[in-house]
């Protein structure tokens, strides 16, 4: 594939746009999801060969599926820069660098795809010496971050997907450090996550694109039921989420203080409810980047609650 990417450009700058390819700005902060999940499990942190190899291999992962991400959009991505510009994305944490960098012709295809496919492996490995489970979590996470790209113009439905592949780095944490997991503590953790995404992530970061959305006919719940109802829909997921994190100081066999429940509500409320709020009220597109910039935080924060809470 031929790239108008430009010659010369420091080594520093092109492994940016690499970066930029991977997200990795938010990567970093999604990784503070199997960290959580796994301490809400264990309730201590799990023995330092088991963190090294977790880390390596949530940072692979994650690297690896934000790229897959703009490996198969990547003639839809370039479309909608050729037809209306990359517009809304000067606030969007996941343009810190730059936002679709191959779809821009700063980056070659094959490029991308090598890039892909090489952290890809390395998280085949990692996740394989934790637990072939967590392999059997990675792969059907690439697959359906697949059927959900190729799924933009078939149904708003995809966004549910979303929120499966989203939680396959916390459901798989838990997994790399106990074989066996209670079923509950799962239910109630893939839901809490689910919704955290779909509410604080999915739905804003579509809702930024809603105008460009509609001119390529593509299916996305802000496409599928307005601001109004993208907004209900984007607030009640985050107050359930919020009701689940107070959920799971009862289900968690971390014996959680009660310092715990004191920050999940703050975090709550801080991170997800009081900026969904001002979105449902104002319903602008600078409102939803401000939700999904702040909610990208709430893993991060909610591991800091749930170690300090083990602490005191």
């Given amino acids: 594939m031929k790239t108008t ?166 459901i798989a944490a838990v997994y790399a450090v106990d074989p066996n997991p209670a079923p509950l503590f799962l239910a109630v953790l893939f839901l809490w996550l689910f919704l955290w995404e779909i509410g604080g992530q999915n739905i804003p970061n579509d809702w930024a694109d809603l105008e460009e959305d509609r001119r390529l006919q593509a299916r996305t719940i802000p496409v599928r039921f307005g601001r109004k109802g993208s907004a209900t829909i984007i607030f009640s997921s985050l107050a359930v989420a919020l009701a689940l994190s107070l959920v799971m100081f009862w289900v968690s066999p971390a014996k959680l203080g009660l310092p715990y429940l004191a920050g999940a509500l703050f975090s709550g409320f801080y991170f997800l409810v009081l900026p969904a709020h001002r979105l449902f009220r104002i319903k602008g597109v600078e409102e939803a980047s401000a939700l999904f910039n702040r909610a990208s935080y709430y893993p991060l924060a909610m591991l800091l609650v749930t170690m300090v809470s083990r602490t005191i």
């Fill in 5 to 170: 990417s430009l010659p010369g450009l420091p080594t520093l700058s092109r492994l940016k746009l690499f970066w930029a390819l991977s997200r990795t700005p938010h990567g970093l902060l999604d990784m503070a999801t199997p960290g959580l999940s796994a301490m809400l499990w264990l309730g201590l942190l799990p023995p330092a060969e088991v963190v090294g190899l977790g880390l390596i291999t949530a940072f692979s992962g994650y690297t690896a599926v934000y790229a897959l991400n703009d490996v198969v959009d990547y003639r839809v991505d370039r479309k909608k820069i050729q037809e209306s510009g990359l517009r809304h994305s000067d606030h969007d944490l996941d343009a810190v660098y730059v936002r679709h960098p191959m779809a821009q012709g700063m980056l070659g295809y094959r490029e991308g795809i090598l890039w892909m496919a090489g952290w890809a492996l390395l998280a085949l490995i990692g996740s394989f010496l934790l637990n072939p489970a967590c392999t059997l979590i990675f792969l059907t996470a690439c697959l359906l971050e697949t059927v959900y790209c190729l799924l933009l113009k078939v149904s708003y439905l995809r966004g549910l997907i979303s929120g499966v592949v989203k939680n396959s780095g916390g």
